[in-house]
């Protein structure tokens, strides 16, 4: 009898310890947007649980979500205890936020906790963008898109604000991203309160600068706020909830059939300036004067700003110096200002006439074509200053010295006998080296030649390389993307003095990124079917003239490190 009571109690007690634990999750609703948020709850009930279960800060292994789903904020946690009838019963729950990564059927997989498992939950997850409504009774968005016609390029102000009425926390909202759009955020996210309609409401604002890259159709897709608005009296129980601002479509247009074959400057405003380092009147032939150019465009990026086109002028050398980029900005936008330098060397005397520069832009404001223009300058080249002679440093004899005249005749007489003697001893010597040069020039004839031919050879190239490199420049201030590629190909083989006979030799020699890009936009105008294309010839120039100055730094710098101190 003893022996049937305890196995009897035995069997009781795995029962008791079989039901004593269990892990249920569920979730709000099993059909949902491609945008919206599912509420997966998981509740684990621990029996015979003591009090200090309650202070356990476990939590199931949600790892397993991130495959399919996107975890929003942290999870949620809130512990219950109970006692009844001497039964001790700790609940512990935990709430998550999940959003789809797809549509379809998206499954919730089997998840863990203390040896218990959850059982998978299916969810259908169709296309539409949402099923969440703009406005809900405690949150709303307000969105704000530039007005009137909008140009590839051009900049675009996004202004997002979201409103809320309540209390909340794990407030997140979706990460701001356009296709075929280039992305500037102009300020940090805030929040700040404002009154409207007599009643204080809370804002979290957001400012993006958007820069189309082609035209036609853009689509700024709905941005999402999740949040779960607190329960003053159980802030673990407060409900979630998620909103959805409606798509915008904007259309962009191409190039304008009017706009000149130059390159593309879409802009609110574009201001052209310059200074001399010398005035007119003071040119000097083979003395450089520094002209120095500052544009200021509101509503373009550094990049966007090409080079300042230099006419040839005949006897006139240039020298371009690095180009200073600043770009400032603020909530309204980019405001950018380029400063390029060049030397401008005159190699003759006379009238020297700088042509005008007419550089076009776009008015986004207007709508229409304009030109930045610097005018004609007429200047008057003087020959260079001559040095001081020596021997205009020799005074004259004046009638003070003539008291000394009978001492100078003395003196003159004495010379007149040793000059024919340090004359004949010249003339010996001269004679001896003479021979000596002979023999030494006959030995070195070969070293000579070789070494004349070497220089020769070395003068040619460079003058190869000086020429490509015009041709380089005049292809590209005429847009002409044919004759630019070829002529890349060919200034590249030449200043490296390697074999090339493609663009991506160039761009490996040459090592830049951001000329990378601009050789692959050269390279989409020429064999894509997009009519669109923003093309900028003479911004490559300038990409490669910063390409070419940041390779030699870095081999001189090479060198530097490579060379033994001296011995001392």
């Known amino acids: 009898m003893v022996m049937r009571a305890l196995i009897a109690a035995a069997f009781l007690l795995l029962s008791q310890l079989a039901a004593a634990a269990d892990l249920i999750a569920s979730v709000d609703r099993k059909q949902i947007g491609r945008a919206d948020p599912v509420t997966l709850q998981i509740v684990y009930s621990d029996v015979q649980a003591g009090f200090l279960s309650l202070l356990n800060t476990d939590m199931p292994d949600m790892s397993q979500l991130e495959r399919d789903w996107n975890i929003v904020g942290r999870p949620r946690i809130s512990k219950e205890s109970s006692n009844i009838n001497g039964n001790r019963t700790a609940q512990t729950r935990w709430e998550v936020e999940l959003l789809p990564r797809r549509s379809g059927e998206v499954l919730i997989p089997s998840l863990s906790f203390k040896g218990q498992y959850t059982d998978p939950i ?97 689509t700024i897709p709905g941005q999402r706020f999740t949040a779960r608005v607190t329960d003053r009296f159980n802030r673990f129980r407060g409900s979630a909830e998620t909103i959805v601002s409606k798509p915008i479509e904007l259309q962009i247009q191409p190039i304008p059939d009017n706009y000149p074959q130059a390159p593309w400057i879409p802009a609110s ?179 000579v030649a070789s070494t004349e031919d070497t220089a020769e050879a070395e003068k040619a190239s460079k003058e190869e390389t000086h020429y490509l490199w015009r041709e380089l420049k005049k292809a590209a201030r005429d847009n002409n993307a044919q004759a630019l590629r070829e002529m890349i190909i060919r200034w590249a083989a030449s200043e490296s003095g390697q074999s090339m006979t493609s663009l991506a030799q160039a761009e490996v020699w040459l090592d830049d990124f951001r000329l990378s890009a601009a050789l692959a936009e050269l390279d989409a105008t020429l064999y894509s079917t997009d009519d669109n294309s923003a093309f900028n010839g003479q911004g490559i120039i300038g990409l490669i003239e910063k390409a070419l100055k940041a390779k030699k730094e870095k081999q001189n710098a090479s060198r530097n490190e490579s060379v033994l101190p001296e011995l001392y």
């Not at 005749?409 to 080296?433: D, R, W």
């Open 122 to 218: 299916r969810i259908q997850v169709k296309d539409t963008q949402t099923t969440q409504p703009e406005k809900t009774e405690n949150f709303y968005f307000e969105v704000e898109v530039s007005s009137g016609t909008h140009y590839v390029q051009e900049q675009l102000l996004y202004i997002e604000r979201m409103y809320y009425t309540v209390n909340h926390e794990d407030a997140v909202l979706s990460e701001f991203e356009v296709a075929n759009a280039r992305v500037q955020p102009l300020m940090d996210a805030k929040q700040y309160l404002t009154v409207v309609d007599g009643q204080r409401i809370g804002v979290y604002e957001r400012r993006y600068a958007l820069f189309p890259e082609s035209s036609g159709t853009l």
């Open 269 to 447: 405003r574009f201001t052209l300036d310059e200074t001399f380092s010398a005035p007119p009147t003071e040119w000097q032939v083979g003395e450089p004067v520094t002209r120095t150019f500052a544009i200021k465009a509101t509503g373009l990026s550094a990049g966007q700003v090409p080079p300042i086109p230099m006419a040839e002028v005949p006897g006139v050398r240039y020298y371009p110096d690095q180009t200073q980029d600043d770009s400032s900005i603020s909530d309204q936008g980019i405001t950018t200002v380029v400063t390029q330098s060049v030397a401008v060397v005159p190699g003759n005397t006379g009238d020297l006439t700088l042509p005008e520069i007419r550089i076009p832009w776009w008015n986004t404001l207007e709508n229409r074509v304009e030109y930045a223009t610097l005018p004609e300058h007429n200047i008057q080249v003087i020959a260079a200053k001559a040095s001081t002679s020596p021997s205009d440093a020799i005074p004259e004899l004046t009638g003070s010295d003539e008291a000394d005249s009978d001492n100078a005749k003395s003196v003159e007489t004495t010379q007149s006998y040793l000059i024919p003697l340090i004359v004949s001893i010249g003339f010996n010597l001269l004679l001896l080296a003479a021979i000596i040069g002979l023999y030494l020039s006959r030995k070195n004839q070969t070293t």
